[in-house]
């Protein structure tokens, strides 16, 4: 057993030579410099999200799709449009048409007669109106023609014409693929679709009685519902269309066939619908203007696939109360 006064010399002894170390670490150490700064080193987690943020935000709700890469470089899953909301997608680096199609759902030719586009050729940035509908493939059989393609699945001869880059009177050989935009194949017909168009659509929505006012003043409905839940209302070239509801403009082109819809508005309303308004001679509003009911938005005409001077007015989300 250690005398009491050598434990205690000893502890003294530790204590001053720990104090004599860290002195002489502090004097010796170099300062931090660019030769000897420590490295910073990559995440290895591929799991995305904890990487979530940041330029690539996805905005969905039908006003606005961008795609989000993930981190392999793979799309980021976009939810399927089952509300018949029209969308806008911004092209990204590296994008093409069937790529974007396949995202949403529908056929290239979709895509490029809503956008006037020709031979598949989009840009980085730029912004594609997106319809929640699809075309037809149609293979070639003995004794077709274009026009006879055309009245079978109630599309345009001309716009079948152009996007296949053949004339109205080509001739056409057995096993040849033609692509129809905005094409429908008819539906049997039973009971519950009498009288009703086997092309109307999107007519299962809510009720919002009151919400939407009559877009044209005056003017006769020269046709029930018919398309996408649209009517056609007729009156004079240039009479006033109103904002059938507040809201805010999402697209608005004023030249274009547009997939038959010429010069047309979209508005975005805050009970989640939106309204269309088809066929303008000209526009009064611009994509990003909040309009408020009963606002003039643009002015009657016959642009797109029209046969008359009249507005197109189609309700998405909700039933068309006109």
Not at 133 to 146: A, C, F, N, Q, Y
Not at 202 to 208: F, H, R, V, W
Not at 236 to 244: C, D, E, K, N, T
Not at 288 to 293: A, D, S
């Amino acid at each position: 057993m250690f005398p009491p006064q050598n434990l205690h010399a000893g502890v003294v002894s530790f204590v001053t030579n720990l104090f004599t170390e860290e002195a002489k670490a502090e004097t010796t150490s170099s300062p931090v410099n660019s030769q000897n700064v420590g490295l910073l080193v990559a995440a290895r987690n591929l799991d995305p999200n904890p990487g979530k943020g940041g330029g690539d935000i996805t905005i969905v709700g039908g006003v606005a799709l961008f795609a989000e890469i993930g981190p392999e470089g793979t799309l980021a899953d976009i939810e399927e449009n089952q509300s018949g909301a029209i969308s806008t997608y911004v092209v990204r680096e590296g994008d093409t048409l069937s790529a974007i199609a396949k995202m949403f759902g529908v056929t290239t030719n979709t895509i490029s007669w809503a956008n006037d586009i020709s031979r598949g050729m989009i840009r980085p940035g730029q912004t594609l109106i997106i319809l929640p509908i699809s075309g037809v493939r149609h293979t070639v059989v003995k004794g077709d023609t274009l026009q006879s393609i055309a009245k079978k699945y109630k599309a345009d001869v001309t716009e079948i014409s152009q996007y296949n880059h053949l004339t109205e009177n080509a001739r056409l050989s057995i096993g040849d693929i033609v692509l129809v935009p905005d094409g429908e194949i008819a539906a049997p017909p039973s009971a519950s679709l009498a009288g009703r168009p086997a092309t109307l659509r999107g007519t299962a929505g809510p009720s919002y009685e009151g919400y939407y006012l009559r877009p044209v003043i005056g003017g006769k409905k020269t046709q029930g519902l018919h398309g996408y839940n649209g009517i056609d209302i007729a009156s004079y070239s240039g009479a006033p269309v109103l904002a059938s509801a507040s809201g805010e403009v999402i697209i608005a082109r004023s030249s274009g066939w547009n997939g038959g819809y010429g010069n047309y508005i979209v508005v975005n309303h805050q009970n989640g619908t939106q309204t269309l308004y088809g066929h303008l001679s000209t526009l009064a509003v611009l994509v990003g203007n909040t309009v408020t009911r009963g606002e003039i938005i643009g002015y009657m005409g016959s642009t797109g696939r029209s046969t008359g001077t009249h507005l197109h007015f189609e309700v998405r989300g909700a039933k068309n109360p006109f």
